[in-house]
T-cell receptor
């Protein structure tokens, strides 16, 4: 079945450690996104990519890094520079252009807790 | 930045109708989405509007006025399972571009 897979679902890390969240999609979508969600709040855009080997900063990119070496994959690294990394992270993809509405398809999310 | 505003929370009664409003910055706007999110889960797609008017889909309808920078989600015949957060999201630029979400409206449906 086509979809988006995020891993791990739950992750614990110590302060000062970098951690990488995986996001893979087999929907053949061009665009991929990373959002962060804190309790009781909406989704805030971290990074997005419209095409392979290109990505743009969202509203809260500081302390995060991404890569888009393959169309299917858009990993997010939470670096030690991110001051408050404990959150629920959502990866999404969409198909740009044509008759497509640009609807986002979401993964199940990764819940990161910094101890 | 692009601002999207929606009420933080709303309460309604089972069987009733509720309207959730959303306003957004119009410059560069290219489409409006509504998503439903239950606690601890990923959002699920409800509707998409790019032209003015009302889009109806079963118990849910969504309205857009591009000139006013305004949208609403209308939920009819409310059920207890409709208790969730409803997220308004606006697209700026081309599809596959920057999709920004509002803070979400937490809807509580009571018997």
């Amino acid at each position: 079945d086509g979809g988006i897979t995020q891993s791990p679902k739950y992750l614990f890390r110590k302060e000062g450690q970098n951690v990488t969240l995986s996001c893979e999609q087999n929907l053949n979508h061009d665009a991929m996104y990373w959002y962060r969600q804190d309790p009781g709040q909406g989704l805030r855009l971290i990074y997005y990519s419209q095409i392979v080997n290109d990505f743009q900063k969202g509203d809260i990119a500081e302390g995060y890094s991404v890569s888009r070496e393959k169309k299917e994959s858009f990993p997010l690294t939470v670096t030690s520079a991110q001051k408050n990394p404990t959150a629920f992270y959502l990866c999404a993809s969409s198909q740009a252009g044509g008759t497509n509405t640009g609807e986002l398809f979401f993964g199940e999310g990764s819940r990161l807790t910094v101890l | 930045g692009q601002n999207i505003d929606q009420p933080t929370e709303m309460t309604a009664t089972e069987g009733a109708i509720v309207q959730i409003n959303c306003t957004y910055q119009t410059s560069g706007f290219n489409g409006l989405f509504w998503y439903q999110q239950h606690a601890g889960e990923a959002p699920t797609f409800l509707s998409y509007n790019v032209l003015d008017g009302l889009e109806e889909k079963g118990r849910f309808s969504s309205f857009l006025s591009r000139s006013k920078g305004y949208s609403y989600l209308l939920l009819k015949e409310l059920q207890m399972k409709d208790s969730a957060s409803y997220l308004c999201a606006a697209l700026w630029g081309n599809q596959g571009g920057k999709l920004i979400f509002g803070q979400g409206t937490e809807l509580s449906v009571k018997p």
